[in-house]
Each structure stands twice: as structure tokens, then as C-alpha cells.
């Protein structure tokens, strides 16, 4: 019994793993994303130009020479002090600095200062400037209360009831569960579309018939649904992998602070994961439902996408999601199926789901998977054989006369 | 122990009754042909004997008993429709589907090779099915149908796209399978393989038997309507000869209702016919196929 289920799934999960596109898809979406990644990163490499800045003093605000930073480190960038806005203009236009800054001799009454450049520096120079400033106007002060100044306040954001708290940057441990929801969104959709494509093909090249009388639905459906998870299992290690080794050098080579020391928040990772499972149940065998109902592969592709639209209601519901983590709706749409798996992960960016309502969805999930499961054996025991013939819900439910192998329904 | 045994099996698919009336029983070891026309019923009811339909009404019995995971070991079925992955190579394709009737890796490639080479397929096997001819597909279905060596074959046009050097090749293997001990259910529409392999069979038509039996007996069943002469001179006039056809170097003389081969040989005789042959013509299975069934149309 056991050993034509693993037979199948073995089958499923080397018929496709070896398919080129699926080493595509493997391999394009990690290198698409790290892509993306690299391209901000080196854009913002390359808009945090280091060279000198000069600056002229009309206030006679900055000593001379000017105080070491308090604080945050402003990023290595060195001021040069210029006597006269010709000097400082001559210096700018032979390339020795990349801007410079002009302080009005009115700044203590008007703040006014000029900035003059040929490239628009990057934020590292304006922020490094203004933390000069601030430095030097409180140079009379005792160097703690100076640095307390210059830094800032460390503001800790913390949710009404205490459980989730946001230290101003974002972390990997806040953003890990939208990133895993994703994920598996994108598994789920991709390998149950696999599992759809499969059953159309066996049932459009005849293989259907000849599966039937060698495995009982039970075999044949569970073979599939485990070779496909194995498929998703393949791709998600592979972007675990994919995403560790961005962490590692986001965080160490390209010093993103919130790839950094990154800590993980395990109460939201398992509610995804918690939801997700059931998630992924609910649609492998919906999709199989369809694949055994459908005449033809291109309708299967259709009713596929109106799985997708539904899975992605929450993307589209984001601002209402995001302003509102634990309004009625963001409640409901972590409750139905189809929307809990990325309402759950969302909502665990901006709040905490409470533990009621993630056990609640995974309950949903699971019973609306088992339906689902139920409804994959009709359709394949009524559908099998339905060579060019779409198979209607009525007699999926049981509403038709239809019903042939009926008694055998798992 | 009969290999199966169907009794007034019913099967409609909405309103439309596919089956109405069908039983039969297959003897262990013997080829049994399932004849009719097109749409008669003879695949569902095929389909209802390996439990991919369930009968509205009647019983099955296969191998002793109802359907099980097991019996689906021991079973092997070619539809009509052939069903092999397109998009694998025949090894493959034929190894997968060998290990879902439960033989070995190992073992199924030794028996694969022996089959891909007897069928001229061992030069193909790493091409994938879709590249394969017809024909080649039909053999390459038929060693699926058998790798596992099952003890109840059921094989539904089996020498559809065959050429006749092939259809022998088909021919042998399913005696050698019947000697072997297997039982084989074959539907078909080709007569003259049914007449030279098959030891009983089954008509149906809309769905109800209309003949059933041992073949040979069908066949003397049906032979006292006609008997062939050749006599020395011209034949009279016979009571009871409702046609006389010219039949080869001899006349064929189809008897009235209620006349008899014996009664037209005393009649000849008594008018002193000199008869050089006389013999009751037996007629072809195709003959009787299409008599059965416009008698049951009527």
C-alpha cells in the first residue's frame, strides 16, 4: 500500500524536479531577488560617495580643528575647512571635494546654510554634516550629554499588549514571517500547479484508466500531494540556503544593520508555518479537484488563476492590513481560507496575532483541506475517465446520477 | 473457481444506459472474446469488471471474489485507449508503471529487456513514447499489460494499428500466455482473431447478451441453415431449400425453417443425384456476428 504511494510521489517529484523548468524557476527567483537586492545595495553604494567635503565658516560656529563625532559614526567622511567660498568653489570644480557647505554669518538667528555641489552627494553626507553641527554647538557640554544629543533617543515601539515590540529599524526576526509567507505562497501556487498539470496530462494522454486499475484514489492522490510537497521542500531549502547566504553577506560584506546580529521572533514564524501547511493541503487538492474536472489544460490554467487572485486578496488589502493589524477585516481575512496564510504573516509586521485566532485559522485551514481532499477523490474517480468532458460541481457533490466508483470514496 | 463472473450487470451514465444486461463467466486459463458493435457496451462493461465503474445493479466477481489492492496486482488490463506517458522514454515509462503492480526494480528491468528485445523494441527504449508509431505504442502497451506476469489479462483491441507480421507476433504470445495459465478476456471487432484464439465468447449489443458460449458449439449452432453440394450433374429442384447460391465448384443451398442438412441429403438421393460432396457449411464467425445482431435489432 505504502510503497505505490512513494512510488507515485517519487515519480511526481522526478518527473518535474528534472523538468528545465523547474531548475528555472529554482534558480531565477533567488537570483532575481538577490538581483533586485544588489542593485538597491550598489545603487546606495554608489550615492554614499566618501570623498571630502569642504565647508566655510562665515558663523565661526565650528572650531578649528573641528571636534571628533559623537554618537553614530558619519561614515568616514572627511571635512576640510576653506577660508573663502572661492577657495571652497576652485576646490569643488578640480575635484578634491564633492560639495561643499557655505554657513550664513546670521546661522544662529536664520539656520541658514548653502549647500553647493556639481553631484548631488549621498544621505551619508548630509548626515554626517549635520551631526558636525550638532557636535560642535554643544562642544561646552560634558561629552554624555553631548553623545545623548547628537544620538538621539532610542524609541522603542511596543504593541498595547506588550508582546511585540519594534526598535525603530526593521529586523530580520519582524520581516521573516511576511518573507516566509511569501514564500510559500509562491510554493503553494507554483506546486499546485505542478499537481494540476499532472492529472490533466494523465487524464488527456489516456495514462488515467490504466493508474485506476493498478492504485486506489487514496495511493494515487497521496502519492501526488507527497511528491509535490517534496517538490515545494526542494525549492523552499533551496531559498533557505539562497536566503542565508544573503543574510550573510548583507549583513557582513554590504553591512545592511537589519541583516545584522539577526535575532528571530519564533511566535510568528510558526504561525505562518502553522497556517501553511493547511494552506498547502487545501490547495494541492484543489487543484488535483481541477485537473481531474476540467476537459482540457488551458481551462485548468484558467480556474488556477482564480486561485491565485484569491490567495492574494491580502496584498491587495495591505494599506487596511497595515493601519489596521487587528481590525475586524485583517481578523476575518486571517480566518478564511485561501487569505489567512499571508493576512497571518502581514499582520505579524504591524501587530501580534493573537494565539486564538491563528489556531482558529489553522482549524479552518485543516477542515476546508480535508473537504478539499474529499472532493479531489470524487472529482478523480467521477473525472478520471471524462475524456474532452468538464466534469459540473453538481456531480461533484453528488447532486448528478453520475457517481461510478462512488462506493469506494475514501 | 471462475477467473470472473459478472451477473446482470446494469451501468448508465445519466440517462444514457450503457450496459442493461450482461452476464457471463470466464473459465480459468481459456481466451474469452467479448464481441459487439460500436457502443454495444463491451467497454464499460470491461470497465465494470476491473471496478473503475461500479455496476448499478448485478455482481462481479474477479478472481475469486470483489475487487481488492491485491487482485489489482494479479490483473492486467490494456484500454482500448492506450495510455502511456508521452512525454517519458519507454523504459521509464514501462518500469513505473511495472512497479505500481508491485514487481521489483530490478526484476522488471531483466523481464523489460527480455520483452523490448522479442518485441522489436530494444532499439527504442530510451526514445519517448510520443516518438514511437502507432504501432509500436500498441506493443509497447501490450508488454505493459504483461510484465507482471498477471494471472487475468484483459485487453480491449488488441490488434488495433497492428501490421500482420505484428498481430501474429501478438497472436503467439497470447497462447503462450493462455498454455501458461493466464486467462484472457480480449473485446474486439476482429473475427478472425477471435475465431482462431478464442475458446468462448460473449455478444452484446445495447448492452444485453445476445450470444454466449463455447465457440465451436456456436458455430454447429448455426450451421444447419446452409450445406454445400457438388454433384455430377445440375441439382434439382429440393423441398425445403429456400435460396441455392453458386459457392465456389460448389452450390451452396440455405435450408428453410424447420428443414435439416440430413432431410436435403435423403431428398438428393431419392432423386438419385449423383452427389460428389456433401458438407454443412459452417458459417464464419463475421456471418453469425451479423445475423445474432439484426435479429436482435429486429
Known amino acids: 500500500m505504502m510503497s505505490k504511494l512513494w512510488y507515485v510521489a517519487r515519480h511526481e517529484y522526478e518527473r518535474n524536479v528534472f523538468k528545465k523548468s523547474f531548475i528555472f524557476a529554482l534558480v531565477s527567483v533567488p537570483l532575481v531577488l538577490g ?50 567660498d572661492e577657495d571652497a568653489r576652485a576646490a569643488l570644480e578640480s575635484k578634491n571635494i564633492q560639495a561643499y557647505y557655505v554657513i550664513s554669518p546670521d546661522y544662529s538667528e536664520t539656520s541658514r546654510i548653502e549647500m553647493v555641489y556639481l553631484k548631488e552627494p549621498g544621505e551619508n553626507v548630509s548626515r554626517a554634516f549635520h551631526e558636525l553641527i550638532r557636535t560642535s554647538l554643544l562642544a561646552d557640554q ?5 553623545q545623548r544629543a547628537v544620538g538621539g533617543s532610542s524609541v522603542t ?10 526598535h525603530g529599524v526593521p529586523t530580520l526576526g519582524a520581516v521573516l514571517p511576511v518573507l516566509l509567507s511569501v514564500a510559500f505562497l509562491f510554493l503553494l501556487l507554483m506546486s499546485s500547479g505542478y499537481l494540476m498539470q499532472a492529472v490533466v496530462d494523465e487524464k488527456e494522454n489516456r495514462t488515467m484508466e490504466v493508474l485506476a ?5 487514496l495511493q494515487l492522490i497521496g502519492g501526488k500531494v507527497v511528491g509535490i510537497v517534496a517538490i515545494g521542500l526542494t525549492q523552499f531549502t533551496a531559498w533557505i540556503l539562497v536566503g542565508i547566504l544573503a543574510i550573510l553577506i548583507g549583513g557582513n560584506v554590504l553591512s545592511i544593520s537589519w541583516l545584522q546580529n539577526p535575532s528571530l521572533d519564533w511566535g510568528p514564524i510558526l504561525a505562518v508555518v502553522a497556517v501553511a501547511i493547511p494552506s498547502y493541503v487545501l490547495a494541492s487538492a484543489l487543484m488535483f479537484t481541477v485537473g481531474s474536472t476540467v476537459a482540457q489544460d488551458h481551462e485548468g490554467q484558467q480556474i488556477g488563476m482564480l486561485f491565485f487572485m484569491l490567495f492574494m486578496i491580502p496584498i491587495y488589502a495591505l494599506v487596511i492590513i497595515g493601519e489596521t493589524p487587528d481590525a475586524t477585516a485583517s481578523v476575518v481575512l486571517s480566518l478564511l481560507p485561501f487569505t489567512s496564510l499571508m493576512t497571518v504573516g502581514l499582520r505579524s509586521l504591524f501587530s501580534v496575532v493573537p494565539w486564538w485566532q491563528v ?3 489553522v482549524a479552518i485551514q485543516t477542515t476546508c483541506a480535508a473537504g478539499a481532499l474529499w472532493l479531489a477523490a470524487r472529482a478523480f474517480r467521477l473525472g478520471m475517465l471524462r475524456y474532452g468532458q468538464r466534469l459540473r460541481i453538481g456531480e461533484i457533490l453528488g447532486k448528478g446520477r453520475a457517481a461510478p466508483m462512488g462506493r469506494n470514496l475514501p | ?54 455496476p448499478d445493479g448485478g455482481t462481479v466477481s474477479i478472481l475469486g471474489g470483489p475487487m481488492s489492492e491485491e487482485k489489482k496486482n494479479r490483473i492486467g488490463y490494456m484500454p482500448e485507449d492506450r495510455g502511456l506517458y508521452q512525454d517519458l522514454s519507454l523504459e521509464k515509462c514501462l518500469l513505473y ?65 497492428l501490421d500482420p507480421l505484428n498481430t501474429q507476433l501478438v497472436k503467439d504470445l497470447m497462447k503462450e500466455l493462455r498454455d501458461q495459465g493466464s486467462t484472457i478476456i480480449m473485446s474486439t471487432h476482429q473475427m478472425p482473431q477471435v475465431e482462431e484464439l478464442c475458446d468462448r465468447i460473449l455478444l452484446i449489443d445495447d448492452g444485453r447478451d445476445l450470444l454466449y458460449g463455447d465457440l465451436d458449439q456456436i458455430r454447429r449452432q448455426y450451421s444447419g441453415h446452409a450445406v454445400l453440394v457438388r454433384s455430377a450433374g445440375d441439382l434439382p429442384d429440393v423441398e425445403g431449400v429456400a435460396q441455392v447460391v453458386p459457392h465456389n465448384n460448389a452450390t451452396k443451398l440455405m435450408l428453410a425453417e424447420g428443414t435439416s442438412p440430413q432431410d436435403v441429403l435423403e431428398a438428393l438421393i431419392a432423386q438419385r443425384v449423383i452427389v460428389e460432396r456433401f458438407e454443412i457449411a459452417v458459417p464464419t464467425l463475421d456471418e453469425i456476428f451479423i445475423r445474432v445482431v439484426e435479429e436482435g435489432d429486429a
Open chain 1, 35 to 84: 538581483g533586485t537586492i544588489g542593485m538597491i545595495a550598489l545603487m546606495v553604494a554608489l550615492d554614499n560617495n566618501s570623498a571630502p567635503v569642504g565647508y566655510v565658516d562665515h558663523a565661526g560656529l565650528l572650531a578649528d580643528p573641528i571636534p571628533a563625532p559623537v554618537g553614530r559614526p558619519e561614515g568616514g567622511i572627511e571635512f576640510i575647512s576653506f577660508p573663502t
Open chain 2, 1 to 54: 473457481m471462475h477467473a470472473a463472473e459478472v451477473s446482470h450487470i446494469a451501468k448508465s451514465f445519466g440517462r444514457t444506459q450503457a450496459v442493461a444486461d450482461v452476464s457471463f463467466a470466464v473459465e480459468r486459463g481459456e481466451i474469452f472474446g467479448l464481441l459487439g458493435p460500436n457502443g454495444s457496451g463491451k467497454t464499460t462493461t470491461l470497465r465494470v469488471l476491473l471496478d473503475v465503474f461500479k
Open chain 1, 213 to 217: 486499475t493498478s492504485l486506489s484514489p
Open chain 1, 157 to 166: 515601539v511596543r504593541s498595547p499588549d506588550g508582546r511585540r515590540e519594534f
Open chain 1, 359 to 361: 489556531a482558529t485559522s
Open chain 2, 97 to 161: 508503471l511495472s512497479t505500481l503492480k508491485g514487481v521489483p526494480a530490478k526484476e522488471a528491468r531483466t523481464r523489460l529487456a527480455e520483452h523490448l528485445e522479442r518485441f522489436d523494441l530494444a532499439e527504442h527504449k530510451g526514445k519517448k513514447v510520443k516518438e514511437l508509431s502507432k504501432g509500436m505504442q500498441q506493443k509497447a502497451q501490450i508488454i505493459n499489460t504483461i510484465l507482471h506476469r498477471p494471472e487475468l489479462i484483459v485487453i480491449d483491441e488488441p490488434f488495433t494499428a
Open chain 1, 142 to 146: 560634558p561629552p554624555e550629554i553631548a
